[in-house]
Structure formats: structure tokens, C-alpha cells
């Protein structure tokens, strides 16, 4: 199997405020063909340490693809350094200038000579066209290595890697071919998951399994290779169904879904409506499912009750109640998902009521402290949750428990109507 390793070139990516996303979108085309990448580096603008980098990438990489830094600016070395990493010229070539000229003209301006910069070609190069921008790709075989220079305006690589880059890697890759596959687990932690599913994903040779936690689930990732895509989908839907039948109903994902994916998918299938009364979630719930496309099939209303004036005036909740128990209780959540279903006529309505933090807390209840209520025709309940993190964390991981609630609550009503 191919190694490939992907160095991004810029003084920006280093900052806060930038991310190299290019070899994200560039890590899924190389994996799809059945080439690895190894190893990903983003390097300033520093000529001695990025000529350092595409060496050490080419001694050790069958594939090295550089992104950006080829921009006709002082700050923009990728050309000369890529040059001198492999011990070539730069060539000048006059019809890229031409060319040039002639685009900047169409875009209502003369070409600042600056950008003749962007004519220079290592020598033996092949020229990849850019139709997008101003700046041509190169590709260069060093010895047995593959070496492609990319421009890193995302507009620009995505269609050049399409359609000069991937054709050539393909043929170099072989018959191997990979395809991945995403299963979100829900209610069990990283360790229990692995316990469960290590004897069953270790007996698959040809699938990569990796477990990781985010902030809110466990992802199970399989990559399985085989020789084609057929096989290796078949591959991936007889592991992924095995996992799913030991882990049951903490599984709600078996390709990537997210959990407002799977709300939506199972209120559109059954036709049921539902809305939402939200306090320290402030409105996140509600966001979250009206980002998926069509929401407003099944998504009718909801309440950012943040005071407990809003809780007794929007959704009905009696201040005595609040009193009695704190608008932090099992009782509150209940009322307010009772009052939200009410007011909306929806078949079902969650709430969410608790301590984000990182004041407020007692001995009580803690920072953390939430509660989940839940109504449909025939019931309310609640549950009570204690959520590690900061003030965002909780109020994420809420959102995310509060919508993993309605889901267990649906499929169990599912359940017992079939029976």
C-alpha cells in the first residue's frame, strides 16, 4: 500500500484564527484509491525548515503533496524551495505569462509584473492547469516519489487534484481500494466500548478500527481495504452489523449520522411532531434541529424559558412548583415539557433545565446538575444527569443527552406498538 504524506505551506495556518482544511478533503481522495497518509505537516513561511520537510517527506513517503505558498508575493516560497529540495531548476515559461495576461485583462485589469513569478516551472515538471486561479500546479517524479505542488485556495486544489493528480494515482495505487464507515455510539464510555467490540472487530484483518470520544459520544471508525469497493462494503456492513448487535440501542449511527439526523429522520418516517422547551440549553436543541434540511416537517415550536417567570408565562409551570423543588429538579423539567407539548399540540416535546456554570451550583446540586423531561400522549418523565465540562460542554453534552433521550423514548414506543 501507497504512503503519502501532505505538507501545508503558510505563516496563517500557524495562527489561531486558520485551519488547513485542504488536507482533510485531500486525506479522503488518497484513502478512498487505497493510498495512506502517514504523516501531515504545516510549516511557515521559513525556507530553511519547509526545504527540510520536503526532504525528510521524500525519504521517507511514496507520495509527498504540498498545499499553498504559490501566490507571486515575497512570502510565497513553495516554488523555489520545492525546487531546490529536489535539486532542479526553475524554468521560465513566457505562454503562462501570456496566459496570465490575458486573464487579467478578461478580469477588467493589467497583471501586476509581480505575477510573472507564478511562470516559473521545475524543471520536468508537468504543468497542472488552473483554471480557477492565477497560480499552475506541478507534478514531478523524483526517483520512484511522486512529488505534486498544489495551490491552497481550496477552489482551485479541489478541481486540479480531480482532474490532473488522482487519474495518475490511481494507476500507481493498484486494484487496492478503502472505504470508511462512522458508528456513534451513545450512553457508554470509550473503554466499555472497546471491551465490547475488540473481539469482534479484532477477528477482521483487512478493517482499521479506532474508537474515539468527542464531546458528547464514541466513534467507532472501520476503514476496511480490499480489492474493490463492493467487497469492501460488504466488509464494512457485516462488521458494523455485528458491532450493532452487541452494543443494541447505545448505537444510533451506522454511517456518520449525527444525533439530529437520526431525530429527524425518525419523525419524518412515523409522521409524530415535536418541540422543544430549553433553559440552560438556551435555544441550542432547537438550533441543532432545524439545521437539518427539512425540519420544518417535524419541528413545530420552541421556548428558551431562561427565567422562571418564562417557565410559569410560556409553558404553564406553576410557581409554586418551582418553589417547592428549584427550577433545577425533576418536577420543573417534567412541567415543562407537559406545558411546551401543550402549547405546541405536538406529539412530543423535551426539556432541558440545569447548572451550566460555572456559578450557581450548590452541594445540592452541583454544577452540572441536569434534567431531561419528556411528554408524549401518555406520559411525562425525567432524568436526572450529573455532565462533567465546562459552561459549554454541559450545555452541549445536555442538548446532545436530551435528544438522545427522545430518541431511546421513540424507539421504545416503537417497540411496544409492534408487539
Given at each position: 500500500m501507497l504512503s503519502a504524506?501532505?505538507?501545508?505551506?503558510?505563516?496563517?495556518?500557524?495562527?489561531?484564527?486558520?485551519?488547513?482544511?485542504?488536507?482533510?478533503?485531500?486525506?479522503?481522495?488518497?484513502?478512498?484509491?487505497?493510498?495512506?497518509?502517514?504523516?501531515?505537516t504545516v510549516v511557515g513561511d521559513d525556507r530553511a525548515r519547509l526545504e527540510e520537510t520536503m526532504r525528510d517527506a521524500l525519504r521517507r513517503s511514496d507520495i509527498v503533496i504540498t498545499t499553498g505558498g504559490l501566490g507571486p508575493t515575497e512570502d510565497d516560497i513553495t516554488r523555489p524551495i520545492s525546487a531546490l529540495a529536489i535539486g532542479r531548476e526553475l524554468i521560465y515559461h513566457e505562454e503562462l505569462v501570456e496566459d496570465l495576461r490575458i486573464r487579467f485583462r478578461?478580469?477588467?485589469?493589467?497583471?501586476?509584473?509581480?505575477?510573472?513569478?507564478?511562470?516559473?516551472?521545475?524543471?520536468?515538471?508537468?504543468?497542472?492547469?488552473?483554471?480557477?486561479?492565477?497560480?499552475?500546479?506541478?507534478?514531478?517524479?523524483?526517483?520512484?516519489?511522486?512529488?505534486?505542488?498544489?495551490?491552497?485556495?481550496?477552489?482551485?486544489?479541489?478541481?486540479?487534484?480531480?482532474?490532473?493528480?488522482?487519474?495518475?494515482?490511481?494507476?500507481?495505487?493498484?486494484?487496492?481500494?478503502?472505504?470508511?464507515?462512522?458508528?456513534?455510539?451513545?450512553?457508554?464510555g470509550e473503554s466499555a466500548v472497546d471491551e465490547a467490540i475488540a473481539p469482534i472487530y479484532k477477528t477482521y484483518g483487512?478493517?482499521?478500527?479506532?474508537?474515539?470520544?468527542?464531546?458528547?459520544?464514541?466513534?467507532v471508525n472501520l476503514a476496511a481495504k480490499a480489492e474493490s469497493e463492493t467487497e469492501a462494503e460488504?466488509?464494512?456492513?457485516?462488521?458494523?452489523?455485528?458491532?450493532?448487535?452487541?452494543?443494541?440501542?447505545?448505537?444510533?449511527?451506522?454511517?456518520?449520522?449525527?444525533?439530529?439526523?437520526?431525530?429527524?429522520?425518525?419523525?419524518?418516517?412515523?409522521?409524530k411532531t415535536l418541540a422543544v422547551a430549553e433553559s440552560c440549553t438556551g435555544g441550542l436543541i432547537a438550533e441543532r434541529l432545524t439545521d437539518v434540511s427539512g425540519a420544518s416537517a417535524y419541528f413545530m415550536e420552541g421556548a428558551t424559558t431562561y427565567s422562571n417567570e418564562a417557565k410559569t408565562r410560556t409553558l404553564d409551570v406553576s410557581g409554586d412548583l418551582i418553589k417547592a423543588h428549584g427550577a433545577v429538579s425533576a418536577e420543573v423539567a417534567e412541567a415543562m415539557a407537559k406545558g411546551m407539548r401543550e402549547r405546541a399540540a405536538t406529539d412530543y416535546a423535551i426539556s432541558v433545565t440545569g447548572i451550566a456554570g460555572p456559578n450557581g451550583g450548590s452541594e445540592e446540586k452541583p454544577v452540572g446538575t441536569v434534567f431531561i423531561g419528556y411528554a408524549d400522549e401518555s406520559c411525562v418523565k425525567s432524568l436526572k444527569?450529573?455532565?462533567?465540562?465546562?459552561?459549554?460542554?454541559?450545555?452541549?453534552?445536555?442538548?446532545?443527552?436530551?435528544?438522545?433521550?427522545?430518541?431511546?423514548?421513540?424507539l421504545k414506543t416503537q417497540s411496544e406498538t409492534a408487539k
Open positions: 504524506e501532505i505538507i501545508a505551506v503558510g505563516s496563517e495556518l500557524l495562527t489561531p484564527t486558520k485551519t488547513d482544511t485542504n488536507s482533510l478533503w485531500l486525506t479522503e481522495k488518497l484513502n478512498e484509491i487505497g493510498i495512506e497518509v502517514k504523516l501531515k478578461r478580469w477588467g485589469r493589467e497583471m501586476p509584473e509581480i505575477n510573472k513569478r507564478q511562470a516559473f516551472v521545475i524543471e520536468g515538471a508537468k504543468i497542472l492547469p488552473n483554471p480557477n486561479g492565477s497560480a499552475v500546479g506541478m507534478s514531478v517524479a523524483v526517483g520512484d516519489k511522486f512529488f505534486v505542488i498544489l495551490p491552497g485556495p481550496p477552489r482551485e486544489l479541489k478541481p486540479m487534484f480531480e482532474a490532473h493528480v488522482l487519474p495518475d494515482l490511481k494507476k500507481s495505487a493498484g486494484k487496492i481500494v478503502v472505504r470508511r464507515r462512522i458508528l456513534r455510539v451513545s450512553g457508554i483487512t478493517v482499521e478500527t479506532s474508537i474515539l470520544f468527542n464531546r458528547s459520544e464514541i466513534e460488504k466488509t464494512l456492513e457485516e462488521l458494523a452489523g455485528k458491532i450493532v448487535e452487541q452494543l443494541g440501542i447505545a448505537v444510533f449511527a451506522t454511517n456518520g449520522e449525527l444525533m439530529e439526523e437520526i431525530i429527524g429522520k425518525f419523525l419524518t418516517e412515523s409522521g444527569l450529573n455532565l462533567p465540562g465546562d459552561r459549554y460542554l454541559i450545555r452541549w453534552r445536555a442538548s446532545q443527552a436530551a435528544l438522545d433521550y427522545l430518541r431511546r423514548q421513540i
